[in-house]
């Protein structure tokens, strides 16, 4: 299940490039290469202004909604209660637009709100929950993939297989288990959680990229009289960083965003930001100064994450999806 | 060493997660330390050190709860009672389950579709402009916000107003609907429209992801086809259905079952927008009711693994998909 038309590895990124540095020296003489050459050839369908028409509409309508609560989260909660964020823009040339900065105040240090907290918690939460899914998935990727022993096939298709499984069936066994232990709500319990689910996903995707690593290399360790741990250390990890950066963000978004995992096992106390504002989603659903400032303190960190590591989160997005 | 299990302060919080960090450091470093010795350890034992872990992880935290929720599906409400297919043959037959297995169906029905259709439109809408990179990042960007904050995004967007004098309109959908002269609407209590409205969050997360496979297997086309096709006369739309569509095929199932398995899934949108009342409810958020609300053992464990039941088939035909589209290379 490995064959498909699309490439392994970042061709989105790349493409970005190949656009950005297209008819970067003018002056020079050079041949086209094959993206530039069909540029050109597509040129004359794309541009027709129906095309172009239905492309700002749909990306005007993927952004309106994510700026009004960006702008909204700004306002006094008076001017939020009495007119839409649209007329800001009519009150910016009139001088009437007012921004403050104190829904944030509230919804981080307010007594009903508390955000920081959770902030907090979400941080604490996230990077054990990152780190050691991905260190036990490259361990057992590596032996899937290059250790020779009886049964390696079948107990990969097992996990392979196990992507599928939905966390709910997992939830309530896992919780009586964690009462019955004395660690029920604590943070251990959610790392414990995250990592579990993780991992299916994260083993295959390792092995994906580790596969492709030519054998010759491992091989010449071997000769060299390397054991396992050596070649896995020396050899291969330094070449798996694009893959391990792929995956990271996938982690770090995923159990960042996580709500139903967050719910079930996390106490009041050690309960992630999603959790929190989700609450108060439900029990404050018409303070929307406060509740958008919230909705946007949980957004920033996933989105800068994102934003910078787009490439790597890309690529491991074709990676998973498309060779599965 | 009661920051252990309850770690109040920030500074215990921290602390606490290098601890977990460090000793999980530890005892890895001192598992692959004890077999890296190439001659003297069996292979067996290396293989168990690597894989080991993930392994018996996977055993206890997956499979066994899995077949502990299939046999507690079996029973009734506290777990005492063994009553057969009992659980099962409520859900599919009673009354109050018929709208959220319905409500699942929309989902799964309309979410892949729309998402995969407009992702595909776009994909190849923006091939190769000059703000090819802009206007991706536009649509790529919900993937990276959680279904909470999407979910108050769009709450947001319906938001409310009783239609009177005086009263402006604070959502941004009903006031369009007024400028155009109509009633504003209750967009999330009136049945059966929410839930298209509750879908339409889930199509703005999951288009992006769909733009961004499909726009790759766009790319990957090969040069000749593309070039033999426009010789022969072909282009915009003929081109788009003729040559684009077909050669992208494997990338369409792949988005579209990926996407079907994700939104059987979902929860957190329901669960924020509207709680699943006003005949909103899916069977993901139904078992978090059925588990935690009304602690009822029995039923939710049936809702789980009918979860489980729903999402195999997808995967069976994205599997035979995949398996014919190799056959023809």
Known sequence: MTTTPLPPTGPFAEAFEETADAGGEPGRQRRLSRLERRAIATKGRLSSPWASFAAILIAILWTIPSIGLLVTSFRPELDIRRSGWWTVFGGLFNGEAEFTLDNYDQALFGSGANLATYFVNSFVITIPAVIIPITIALLAAYAFAWIDFKGRNILFVAVFALQIVPLQVALVPLLRDYVSAGVAGSFWTVWLSHSIFGLPLAIFLLHNFMKDIPSSLVEAARVDGAGHVKIFFRVLLPLLVPAIAAFGIFQFLWVWNDLLVGLTFASPNSRPLTVAVAEMAGSRGGDWHVLTAGAFISMVVPLIVFISLQRYFVRGLLAGSVKG | ?329
Request: hydrophobic letters at 55%; aromatic letters at 12%; charged letters at 15%.
């Open chain 2, 1 to 329: 060493m009661d920051w252990l299990t309850s770690a109040s302060s920030v500074g215990e919080k921290f602390a606490l997660m290098f601890l977990a960090v460090a000793l999980f450091v530890v005892v890895m470093g001192a598992i692959l330390f004890l077999v890296d010795r190439p001659s003297r350890v069996p292979r067996w034992v290396v293989a168990a050190a690597f894989a080991g872990p993930a392994l018996l992880l996977l055993a206890w935290g997956l499979v066994r709860p899995a077949l502990l929720t299939l046999w507690n599906s079996f029973f009734d409400k506290r777990g005492n009672e063994f009553i057969g297919v009992d659980n099962y043959t409520r859900v599919l037959t009673g009354g109050q389950f018929q709208s959220v297995l319905t409500n699942t169906a929309i989902w799964v029905i309309l979410v892949p579709i729309a998402s995969t259709l407009i992702g595909l439109v776009y994909a190849v809408l923006v091939d190769r402009t000059r703000f090819e990179k802009l206007a991706k990042a536009l649509v790529f960007i919900p993937m990276a916000i959680s279904m909470v904050g999407a979910s108050i995004i769009w709450k947001f967007v319906y938001e409310f107003k009783p239609d009177q004098p005086g009263v402006k309109q604070t959502g941004l959908l009903n006031q369009v609907l007024v400028w155009v002269g109509l009633e504003p609407q209750q967009f999330l209590i009136n049945s059966p429209w929410n839930t298209v409205f509750l879908i339409v969050v889930m199509v703005w997360i999951q288009t992006g992801f769909a733009m961004t496979v499909l726009s790759a297997a766009i790319k990957a086309i090969p040069d000749d086809i593309v070039e033999a096709a426009r010789l022969d006369g072909l282009g915009g739309m003929r081109m788009f259905r003729y040559i684009t569509v077909p050669s992208i095929r494997p990338a369409l199932v792949v988005v579209l079952t990926t996407i079907a398995i994700g939104t059987l899934k979902v929860f957190d949108i329901v669960r924020t927008m509207t709680g699943g009342q006003f005949n909103t409810q899916v069977i993901a958020n139904e078992f978090y009711t059925q588990a935690f609300r009304q602690n009822n053992q029995g039923l939710s464990a049936a809702l789980a693994v009918i979860l489980f039941i729903l999402v195999v088939p997808i995967v069976v035909y994205n599997v035979r998909q995949l398996r014919k589209s190799e056959e023809i290379r």
